[in-house]
DNA sequence: GATACGACTGACCGACCGGTCAGTCAGTGA
DNA sequence: TCACTGACTGACCGGTCGGTCAGTCGTATC
């Protein structure tokens, strides 16, 4: 069977059954998780026996590992897209924060499948690509923020790091959550990703507080540093 | 099935199977997910055999639910808990985040279950039961934030929901990706829970940006609404 | 003592799991 | 022409899955 033939390599399908295993696995684990997946159901959705894919590959973990690493490496390739940016501090941010998350939606299988390894214990091999992954666009925002810092945009007490984590930890809260927002009813921005990302650049540049407000809190917290949380244990 | 009877039952072990079964389920279905754990397991753990969980409760989806179920109600009571609070909106902030994480942290399985079924879609009856519990956090959140709003202790023209999904974001977000942030040399901050909730807090409320950054911003972009995001597409 | 009942178990079921294997077949090079 | 190769398949493997069932045991009721 198969033969599917597209064009230019003469008798053999072309239409690549490796290719085709590896997009059915990638959808199908990416939305069930390894566990919930059979092979029977892969050698179904991509057309092929299941011993064929046994032919390729060597096993169902190693399957599961090479949709990851193509996962990865696609993954890599968005993130290098995005960067080479210019501006202020705001711009850039804002731009990285739009992108990151447009990229995220817009190749929706790959993120969840690399979200759901990282968050999981366990499982070397799996866990280390992704979190290459997840590092790279870590330290990418890092750099970002420390440039801005030096350039004395960014408040000098301020951690890169912190930011970071609560800018990237925002929008992957809302690329998981997305669904589950859109029940809420006081939640109005939950079917757009670039509004959403625009207002958390936003609350993260110029704070929540009032002015009023915020004369109060400096007059509370004379000390430069963390001014919440000073209460008995 | 299930008798009640949690005590006084004289020469049963009154160390209620059922309990029994349920405290293993949790752990189990917490680390592991639905679909790799096995009644075997189960069992096992629970000392008690295969069938037995089948006298008291129907099939595996069963159990989950009824485990998802107390899960729930457990976090439910935690929430409660960790409300009736008064005092200016930073103060409420802080101690909404930092209970928040801390009983995060402390119910790890609980936690662990009511956000594993949150974030993967169809099922719906798990869903709605995690949904619900969620959706009971955020409105606390967002009544905070209404209150603070009513006193002009909060910006006029910020949202409300759109706080609070930052908020509990930034949260939910370092709960799931500890390990990982644990693994950068940049993060400084990932063994310490506390010391996370009250920076996220402290950046929510008075920004990131220095003194001068936010004068230029606001000569940017007079227009009172958002500030950020005004680039070509 | 007879009876009834709920908690509990070991043996068992069909279905399906990941994985293997002998063999088919088209293309290739000598 | 023919040996060889690699992609590919249907039939099959041992094992485990969720789930069933006949039956044992301890206790409560009459």
Same mark, same amino acid.
């Given at each position: 069977m198969v033969s599917g033939m597209t064009e230019s390599t003469p008798t053999r399908p072309a239409g690549d059954a490796t290719a085709r295993i590896l997009t059915a696995a990638e959808a199908l684990f990416a939305k069930h998780g390894f566990d919930a997946v059979s092979m029977n159901t892969i050698a179904e959705r991509a057309s092929v026996s299941k011993a064929n894919i046994f032919h390729h590959f060597s096993s169902k973990k190693a399957l599961y590992l090479a949709v990851l690493r193509v996962a990865c490496r696609d993954s890599t390739q968005y993130l290098q897209e995005l960067f080479v940016e210019t501006g202020t501090l705001p711009e850039r941010l804002a731009n990285f924060a739009r992108k990151q998350i447009a990229s995220m939606f817009e190749h929706g299988e790959v993120t969840r499948l690399i979200l759901r390894e990282l968050l !999981? +214990? /366990? *499982?070397r091999q799996g866990r280390d690509l992704a979190e290459k992954v997840f590092g790279d666009n870590f330290a990418q925002l890092v750099e970002i923020l420390r440039t801005g810092q030096a350039r004395g *945009?960014? #408040? $000098? +007490?301020?951690d890169p790091a912190m930011i970071a984590t609560l800018l990237i930890g925002a929008m992957v809260f809302f690329f998981e959550s997305q669904e589950v927002l #859109? %029940? &809420?009813? +006081?939640? !109005? &921005? $939950? %079917?757009d990703p670039k509004r959403y990302s625009g207002l958390v650049v936003d609350i993260l540049l110029r /704070?929540?507080?009032s002015d009023s407000a915020v004369k109060n809190l400096r007059r509370a917290g004379k000390n430069g540093a963390s001014s919440s949380a000073q209460h008995k244990e």
């Open positions: !999981k +214990d /366990g *499982e *945009e960014l #408040r $000098a +007490d301020m #859109r %029940h &809420f009813p +006081d939640v !109005k &921005f $939950a %079917h /704070g929540i507080l």
